[in-house]
């Protein structure tokens, strides 16, 4: 775990971002939080299809679970309004505990497959679960594309 | 190379966009008209005293002492809901950050082709199918970003609402996804109150004039007579209020989509989000999950000050200004600008991203801590 942590240290050292890809939200089944998970061309020759793929449906399952009306939202939903909500005081609630699992299996995809690949994923949740944000690094293996942000250029650590 | 770091806490409530006013050091989110909302609330705290103060030294004696303690328990559980729905987050979706904005821009003129000049671009429209019924999303021009399903721009807020309902000035904020089961409470609550304190005003004039005559009483008890007259005027406009959204919520729609009229005349029964069961539309709205502010009004941005020689580039130097906090007299363009180069103005600085972008609930300030150190040790 420490040579992946330090390969994601490198890539926020050398912050060389060529671009940001955005998947956007999936509305086919409604307004529930469901990514796309068509595969961005921009990524064809940086991580292979059905990694990126897996990724995106893991983190529907999380959301869908975060999401599902059925008992135990319905027993939270009841317990909260009988003590007048003051209960969320003191109480995490269950869409919290999901959000706080998808921040750890992301910062995981981060540094097991994305950060090697040169990439880093986003939480949607500081997106407004808009978008799942993908910052697309220069690729130091080719050496050859500029960055085009202007992220870059404000850094004095050099 | 002489440089003096001083390193300013600042939250990222003072840098959100938008025309709403925080408080408690961005715990509570209002509107910025607060006006009707104290006077809902002198309404219905006078109203109460009077009643505890003429009505239930009587009625506890000579009717039940349980009356008070029940209208004391209403009177907690309206106050307690009407300040949920005014002091949260209503679903506000925060404003699209540059790129993402530029990213959008890109796939809009994708879109649109070539358009000849002097013609008008066609409108910013995608459409997506749910449910087997097609729904347009429409772009919003002040926040960068095409409006999700159910979404609504509010301009008294200037901010984007998710499942947008109204923007009641009584509560003082809006009312979107994440308190309009508050609000529905609030309304339901105050009914039954209303309700009760007026039957038991009723109760409590009758049965004293039966021992001592109307005028007597009257003006024995002068603040029967406030009371009945408020509960009168309220009982009809909350009661009829608590029925329109009741019958809103069998039909899982919101006041916006029905004064729009997109799911009603030809469009009836092709609401795309209601289950046709209105059991089922009631328990999503009322008992679904409870969804998260994604702004995360209290996080850190950090602020550094720095005094460094020569190479700094312009944008560095406007960085030691205090942060301007968007008032009404900020000019409506300067404020995503003061958005996104707060933005832009902490990431360079940072050397471990991750400790800027915690989840809303880790602790803010060990990871400020650790940012501010590791700053130090550069």
């Known amino acids: 775990m420490a040579t992946e942590f330090h390969n994601l240290q490198e890539l926020r050292h050398s912050p060389s971002l060529v671009t940001k890809v955005f998947i956007q939200r999936d509305y086919s089944e409604g307004t529930v939080c469901r990514f796309q998970t068509k595969f961005p061309s921009e990524l064809d020759n940086r991580i292979e299809r059905t990694l990126l793929e897996e990724t995106v449906k893991t983190l529907n399952s999380y959301y869908a679970e975060a999401e599902k009306i059925g008992g135990q939202s319905y027993l939270e939903g009841c317990l909260a309004c009988a003590t007048a909500y003051i209960i969320f005081l003191c109480m995490e609630t269950r869409y919290e505990k999901v959000l706080r699992k998808i921040s750890g299996f992301i910062q995981e995809q981060n540094e097991k497959i994305y950060a090697p690949r040169g990439l880093l994923l986003t939480d949607p949740i500081e997106r407004g679960m808009r978008v799942l944000e993908i910052s697309v690094f220069e690729d130091r293996g080719s050496g050859g594309s500029s960055p085009s942000s202007t992220m870059s250029s404000g850094s004095s650590a050099r | 190379m002489s440089a003096v770091m001083i390193t300013r806490k600042v939250r990222k409530w003072e840098k959100l966009p938008g025309k709403n006013t925080f408080c408690c050091d961005g715990r509570v989110m209002m509107a910025r008209q607060k006006g009707v909302f104290y006077l809902t609330l002198f309404l219905i705290a006078g109203t109460c005293a009077l009643f505890f103060a003429f009505e239930c030294p009587y009625l506890a004696v000579h009717l039940c002492p349980a009356i008070p303690v029940f209208a004391a328990l209403l009177f907690v559980f309206v106050m307690a809901m009407l300040l949920r729905t005014s002091f949260s987050d209503p679903g506000v979706l925060p ?180 289950h046709k069961n209105i059991i089922k539309n009631c328990c999503e709205v009322l008992c679904g999950p409870t969804y998260p502010s994604v702004l995360d009004r209290r996080g850190l941005l950090q602020e550094d000050s720095t005094l460094v020689s020569s190479s700094n580039p312009v944008p560095q130097t406007t960085k030691t200004t205090a942060p301007l906090i968007p008032n009404e007299h900020t000019p409506d363009d300067a404020k995503p600008s003061i958005a996104s180069s707060a933005e832009k103005s902490a990431s360079p600085k940072e050397e471990h991203p991750a400790a800027m972008k915690f989840p809303p609930l880790a602790s803010p300030e060990t990871d400020a801590e650790t940012s501010i150190a590791k700053e130090r040790a550069h």
């Open chain 2, 95 to 274: 404003r699209a950050l540059p790129e993402e904005a530029t990213f959008i821009e890109m796939e809009i003129e994708a879109a649109n082709g070539n358009v000849p000049a002097g013609q008008r671009p066609p409108p910013r429209i995608r459409n997506v199918q749910i449910n087997n019924q097609i729904v347009k999303l429409k772009y919003c021009y002040t926040c960068k970003i095409f409006r999700p399903p159910r979404a609504s721009h509010c301009s008294i807020c200037d901010n984007c609402v998710d499942r947008f309902d109204h923007h009641c000035p009584w509560v003082g904020n809006c009312v979107g996804k994440r308190n309009y089961r508050y609000f529905y409470l609030f309304t339901l609550s105050l009914s039954l109150l209303t309700i009760y304190i007026f039957t038991f005003d009723i109760v409590h004039v009758v049965m004293r004039s039966m021992n001592g005559g109307f005028l007597n009483t009257l003006k024995e008890t002068p603040g029967t007579v406030l009371e009945v007259l408020v509960c009168f005027f309220t009982l009809w406009s909350v009661v009829g209020l608590t029925g329109f959204h009741t019958y809103l919520i069998s039909l899982n729609q919101t006041t916006n989509e029905d004064i729009k009229g997109s799911w009603s005349g030809k469009n009836r029964g092709q609401n795309p989000y209601s």
